[in-house]
């Protein structure tokens, strides 16, 4: 298959660690896609994203006979908020498309909005309906500023409005996290030591507050996370074995994992691992593996 797409991911500067997880870029434009390369596959994922869709259309897939029929699907909104989700994402897009996502860690979002975000996991809504103005005025000021100042330009500023937002309500001892399993557990020690309570259901609604995931679900969240990466590396060097990679990411036995994927991907892990190589649908498993491939220092 040959493909022109653009997919990238970049992420963030050293003023918003902790605050802002990555951005990505999707663009279709001038690409002759046929109606199976334009689905969208994602893992689930504890991060909350707002995204723009900057030309075209994208139609969200609720289940697997909407597959068949996926034109049939919500339609996404110009600007998007997503909460965490905690099962795997599909989206479907009838032609040409041009779209940027930014993607937050939940806390760092919940404490710049003041939002609790156990109401928005596994759902979409226009951001209108739940981001403040502080943060709602500059993501739609960015659809102007791309058409006056170009892209680049445009997330310049679009960033610095984010950063200096941050820079205000910045909880004491964030720092950047390498792994979705390190921000979990440090989540919880932070919630453990608020004021505003310490016993284990305090703290276990704090971070539901916080996350709009529970820490089980952060939990397995950080153990198929653990899975990608080594299933990353191990591809690379060509020698996958799921039984190995299953001991190594804390999952009992093969048969947990390969129902964790599931859970999280939809799919098993030998169906991953081949559509994930080149399948144009699986350009976001794609930039996960840049993501793994990061030198630890970065």
Same mark, same amino acid.
């Given at each position: 298959?040959?493909?022109?797409?653009?997919?990238?991911?970049?992420?963030?500067?050293?003023?918003?660690?902790?605050?802002?997880f990555?951005?990505i870029?999707?663009?279709?434009?001038?690409?002759?896609?046929?109606?199976?390369?334009?689905?969208?596959?994602?893992?689930?994922?504890?991060?909350?994203?707002?995204?723009?869709?900057?030309?075209?259309?994208?139609?969200?897939?609720d289940?697997?006979?909407?597959?068949?029929?996926?034109?049939?699907?919500?339609?996404?909104?110009?600007?998007?908020?997503?909460?965490?989700? #905690? $099962?795997?994402?599909?989206?479907?897009?009838? %032609?040409?498309?041009? @779209?940027? +996502?930014?993607?937050?860690?939940? *806390?760092?979002?919940?404490?710049?909005?003041?939002?609790?975000?156990?109401?928005?996991?596994?759902?979409m809504?226009p951001?209108?309906?739940?981001?403040?103005?502080?943060?709602?005025?500059?993501?739609?000021?960015?659809?102007?500023?791309?058409?006056?100042?170009?892209?680049?330009?445009a997330?310049?500023?679009?960033?610095?409005s984010?950063?200096?937002?941050?820079?205000?309500?910045?909880?004491?001892?964030t720092?950047?996290?390498?792994?979705?399993?390190?921000?979990?557990?440090s989540?919880?020690?932070?919630?453990?030591?608020?004021? #505003? $309570?310490?016993?284990?259901?305090?703290?276990? %609604?704090?971070?539901? @507050?916080? +996350?709009?995931?529970?820490?089980r *679900?952060?939990?397995?969240?950080?153990?198929?996370?653990?899975?990608?990466?080594?299933?990353?590396?191990?591809?690379?060097?060509?020698?996958?074995?799921?039984?190995?990679?299953?001991?190594?990411?804390?999952?009992?036995?093969?048969?947990?994992?390969?129902?964790?994927?599931?859970?999280?991907?939809?799919?098993?892990?030998?169906?991953?691992?081949?559509?994930?190589?080149?399948?144009?649908?699986?350009?976001?498993?794609?930039?996960?593996?840049?993501?793994?491939?990061?030198?630890k220092?970065?």
């Open positions: 298959m040959v493909s022109t797409t653009t997919s990238e991911i970049a992420w963030p500067r050293p003023g918003m660690a902790g605050c802002m990555c951005r870029i999707r663009d279709t434009r001038g690409v002759t896609l046929d109606h199976a390369q334009r689905f969208n596959f994602f893992p689930a994922s504890p991060l909350c994203s707002v995204a723009w869709l900057l030309a075209g259309d994208c139609h969200l897939i289940g697997p006979d909407q597959i068949e029929r996926p034109w049939t699907g919500a339609r996404l909104p110009k600007l998007a908020f997503f909460g965490p989700q #905690l $099962g795997p994402l599909a989206s479907w897009n009838p %032609r040409e498309t041009y @779209a940027m +996502t930014i993607t937050f860690y939940p *806390d760092a979002l919940s404490a710049m909005t003041g939002l609790d975000l156990s109401p928005f996991a596994g759902r809504v951001a209108e309906e739940v981001l403040p103005q502080p943060l709602l005025e500059p993501c739609r000021e960015l659809f102007d500023s791309i058409v006056r100042d170009g892209a680049e330009r997330f310049s500023v679009l960033e610095d984010i950063e200096t937002l941050w820079a205000s309500t910045r909880p004491a001892g720092r950047p996290m390498r792994s979705i399993e390190d921000w979990s557990a989540l919880v020690r932070r919630a453990a030591l608020t004021d #505003l $309570g310490r016993s284990t259901r305090q703290i276990a %609604r704090r971070v539901k @507050a916080w +996350t709009g995931a529970n820490q *679900d952060l939990h397995g969240l950080g153990h198929t996370e653990q899975l990608y990466a080594r299933w990353h590396e191990a591809t690379e060097n060509g020698d996958v074995d799921w039984a190995g990679l299953a001991a190594a990411s804390g999952f009992a036995d093969q048969a947990h994992m390969i129902r964790q994927m599931r859970r999280h991907t939809g799919f098993t892990p030998e169906q991953l691992r081949q559509s994930a190589r080149d399948d144009e649908a699986f350009w976001g498993y794609r930039l996960l593996g840049q993501y793994f491939a990061q030198p220092g970065e």
